[in-house]
């Protein structure tokens, strides 16, 4: 009596294998590619999120200095305002006393108000330079806070790619395409804004 169909499970097991490996193995190397597509995006805006982080510290710092000039800028025409104002009574105490007014008194009083208002022209000056350097730093940040969305975009697309290589689901994949083509944009606004 036969013992039954002989089937060789053998080669039948190695020609699945094969064909999972064949059709998996297409669509795997293209989860692979696109994740190595999205790691180095995600490097890049990565280094460029750093970057202009860095750069914004950098203009605030100089804004932090432009604003300590200007305070001692507008420091220095109090100062010049006092002098003026005791040379101003010192006048008056000449006059009410009917004596004229010495002539380096009226100099000393008339230096004083001139330096006094190119104290106070220059602290505008460094005021404004300050902020110009605080909008500019502001600026930057903004753009730092793009680059930086889309370094976890880039991220999540890079898991979700990951999710898929361990499951082949391709809607987990579409997911992947989809958070990695959002970032791609995120990244893309930065540069042309």
Known sequence: MPEGAEVDLDTLHERIHEEVEHEGG????????????????AAVAA?????????????????TQLQTRASDQWAYYQAKGI??????????????????????????????????????NSARQLEHGRDEKSAEADHLLHRHHGFANAVAL????????????????????????LLGAVGLVFFGWQYLH
């Open 47 to 63: 280094l460029q999120a750093g970057a202009t982080v860095n750069e914004a510290l950098v203009m605030k710092t100089e804004a």
């Open 26 to 41: 297409r669509f795997l190397k293209l989860v692979a590619l696109t994740t190595a597509l999205l790691a180095a995006l």
């Open 83 to 120: 002098k003026s104002a005791v040379m101003q009574a010192s006048a008056a105490a000449w006059s009410a006393a009917g004596k004229a007014v010495p002539a380096a008194l009226i100099a000393s009083t008339q230096r004083y108000l001139t330096e006094q208002q190119t104290a106070a």
């Open 154 to 177: 880039f991220q999540v697309a890079i898991a979700l790619g990951a999710m898929t290589a361990l499951t082949r689901s391709r809607p987990v994949y579409m997911g992947s395409l």
